[in-house]
Nanobody
Framework: QVQVVESGGGLVQPGGSTRLSCAASGFTLAYYAIGWFRQAPGKEREGVSCISGEDGTTNYVDSVKGRFTISRDSATNTVTLLMTNLKPEDTAVYYC?????????????????WGQGTQVTVSS
């Protein structure tokens, strides 16, 4: 059974950092891409970052480039999103999801299994 579970986040001050983890079970990361998405109140869910299955190719939405880093650990079957220099506009519920063809994509429609989400609030 394919499943992903997010952890991490919480309340962070502007300019601070935090790390989100996506624990995968029921599949191996080498065959799936993992994407991170976020949804702020009143806004549509947007793709933030992704990492491909086979070669670990990554991609980021422009608003987080240079601040967020996605990585994966095959030994623990976990994908991590390191978020630095956080801004209030990064406040959202963050979700990880699986893309079954291993292709890094920032489009919601390409993903099938989703986690329950974890809240990140950037505020002083």
């Amino acid at each position: 059974q394919v499943q992903v579970v997010e952890s991490g986040g919480g309340l962070v001050q502007p300019g601070g950092s935090t790390r989100l983890s996506c624990a995968a079970s029921g599949f191996t990361l080498a065959y799936y891409a993992i994407g991170w998405f976020r949804q702020a109140p009143g806004k549509e869910r947007e793709g933030v970052s992704c990492i491909s299955g086979e070669d670990g190719t990554t991609n980021y939405v422009d608003s987080v480039k240079g601040r967020f880093t996605i990585s994966r650990d095959s030994a623990t079957n976990t994908v991590t999103l390191l978020m630095t220099n956080l801004k209030p506009e990064d406040t959202a519920v963050y979700y990880c999801a699986t893309e079954p063809f291993g292709t890094c994509s920032l489009f919601n429609k390409d993903y099938d299994y989703w986690g329950q989400g974890t809240q990140v609030t950037v505020s002083s």
